[in-house]
């Protein structure tokens, strides 16, 4: 009589898996639909863990692992000792993945930085022609207080990298975008954390200072070529830092 191979049979486990899996994500969308029943907002307070269970007739354990798993992707903000709220959105988990794998392809090489400033350039160009096409909306007075603040930090040694920012942010808040901002200060952060890695910039505080006036200088004058081109000079420095660490990286091994 011939031995027949034992074959194992995953489909139970598989099924009981995939059903606790569905079961969890029934769940989370019960708390999510929830919170769009009762129209609330950012920083709203939740039902506490035994309301949620009578509303959704669920049990404990259901309940906390669905409220854990939104956390995670910043749908609810558990404060221990005040309770659980609608969660405010955060792209903390984006800047950390973007900063993490930009950091991996550093040491091979391979250019996430590139990719990341291209977009980011891409990004404000566009938004500096929105500027200039609504010159109605534009207030650039406290964009020049800044400027002059970056000029008189540059006679000093250093542009600090929160004026830096603050320039951006400033410079855009006439758009009325709040995801601007965010979006913006998520690729500075990527950088502030790869800081190392990237080493001293290339440029002097002076031509830093320089450029973002001329960015300035551009936009208050409605000239759409001049703040193109300047937004372009703008990442040179970027640019030709992440370029020397490519080759870097592609040269001889000493």
């Known amino acids: ?11 139970a486990p598989d099924r009981r898996a995939r059903a606790r ?7 989370q969308e019960a708390v999510k639909g929830l919170i769009l029943e009762r129209r609330l907002a950012a920083g709203d307070p939740l039902p506490t863990e035994s309301e949620l269970m009578e509303d959704l007739g669920i049990s404990r354990n259901s309940v906390r692992e669905a409220l854990k798993a939104l ?17 405010r959105m ?3 988990g984006f800047v950390d993945e973007l900063a993490f794998h930009s950091r991996i392809t550093l040491q091979d090489g391979r250019n996430a930085l590139g990719y990341l400033t291209e977009i980011r350039e891409v990004l404000e160009s566009g938004l500096v022609q929105r500027l200039i096409d609504r010159p109605q ?3 650039l007075a406290p964009v020049a207080e800044v400027t002059e603040r970056m000029e008189a930090e540059a006679l000093a040694g250093i542009v600090s990298p929160e004026t830096d920012r603050l320039f951006h ?3 855009y808040r006439p758009l009325g975008n709040p995801l601007v901002g965010r979006l913006l200060g998520a690729f500075w952060e990527v950088f ?3 800081r190392d890695e990237l080493g001293t910039p290339d440029e002097t505080p002076a031509d830093v200072a320089r450029r973002h006036r ?13 703040a193109a081109a300047a937004m372009y000079a703008h990442f040179d420095g970027v640019r030709g830092k992440l370029a020397r660490l490519n080759d870097r990286a592609d040269g001889p091994v000493p």
């Open 137 to 139: 909306e534009l207030d």
């Open 21 to 27: 899996l569905s079961r969890a994500v029934e769940v």
């Open 71 to 87: 956390q995670a992707v910043g749908i609810v903000d558990i404060r221990h000792g005040f309770g659980m709220f609608v969660g």
């Open 1 to 11: 009589m011939t031995d027949r191979p034992t074959r194992l049979n995953h489909t």
């Open 169 to 171: 942010e400033l410079l």
């Open 214 to 226: 001329d960015i300035y200088t551009a936009v208050a004058a409605g000239d759409k070529a001049a």
């Open 192 to 194: 502030y954390q790869l």
């Open 90 to 92: 955060s792209l903390t």
